[in-house]
């Protein structure tokens, strides 16, 4: 029995524009090779025009093909419920409540057009203890202000992993993550009590980051973090060392990371 997700939020779809336009393209490539092949298998000079005739029509149909492809695996809907989402992709529905979902992942690396594998924050810096709310605050405006690539990682045996197209991806996160936070729950006065898990190498254990690296495990109480930062592509955590000085204790990849937008969130409320 599926569970309720709830009242539909927001709905976003690949615009059709941009599925046109590549079918534009592929169109264009087909005419525009093809008239090449022909001109040079019709009109040869040596015995290499025939052959780059024939490989102009080879690549006039192999283009062609992969774009006409490409703009339907594009197309994608995603619908964000109240307490869930459904993403239909490549003529397959996948509908979780958020009870079913991992945790979601920002993926600043993806360099495809529209559907991505997780998102970026990017130059999203989010001041910590020691920095006070104000940057906070201002940090989770600036990054709710930009459409972000997401993948959602479903909490199942087989490590489902559904792309989310760029458009719906903040909207998924601040739901989702507002989810999580009244249902775990997370408060400024029990989240020195709770474990919450941030990926396999992140997590929060009653108040101390654990992050599991090769050359040992690094522990980071969270009243000691100064500043928690994304640069490029990475999430960093500073803290003062051992010598007092303001350094990165942790630094760990963004598509490392489920639930970015948590972190912030905790922080914001251990500052107010």
């Not at 792309?163 to 006065?189: C, M």
């Not at 803290?239 to 490392?256: R, S, V, Y």
């Amino acid at each position: 029995m599926e569970k309720n997700i709830g009242n539909q939020y927001e709905v976003r779809r690949t615009k059709a524009s941009t599925v046109w336009l590549i079918r534009l393209g592929a169109i264009a490539a087909l005419v525009g090779l093809i008239a090449g092949g022909l001109f040079f298998l019709l009109n040869p000079v040596d015995p290499e025009d025939t052959i780059m005739g024939v490989v102009a029509l080879v690549f006039a149909v192999i283009i062609f093909v992969a774009l006409w492809i490409v703009s339907g695996r594009i197309q994608s809907e995603v619908a964000v419920h109240e307490e869930g989402v459904i993403v239909k992709k490549n003529k397959k529905e996948h509908r979780f409540h958020f009870s079913e979902i991992k945790g979601l992942i920002d993926n600043p690396d993806d360099a495809s057009m529209l559907i991505f594998h997780g998102g970026g924050v990017a130059d999203a810096v989010a001041a910590g203890i020691a920095a006070g709310v104000a940057s906070v605050r201002a940090n989770a405006r600036a990054r709710k202000s930009k459409a972000r690539p997401m993948i959602i990682v479903a909490n199942t045996e087989e490590k489902l992993e559904v792309s989310v197209l760029k458009a719906a991806g903040e909207t998924l996160s601040q739901r989702y993550t507002q989810w999580l936070i009244k249902n775990k729950p997370v408060t400024k006065d029990n989240v020195y009590s709770l474990v919450l898990s941030f990926g396999d190498n992140l997590e929060l254990n009653q108040g101390t980051f654990i992050h599991a690296h090769r050359r040992g495990d690094v522990h980071l109480p969270i009243q000691d973090v100064t500043s928690l930062e994304t640069r490029e592509n990475s999430l960093m955590f500073f803290a003062a060392n051992e010598k007092g000085k303001n350094k990165c204790l942790i630094d760990i990849k963004i598509t490392q990371v489920l639930n970015i937008d948590l972190l912030f969130e905790i922080f914001g409320m251990i500052a107010a």
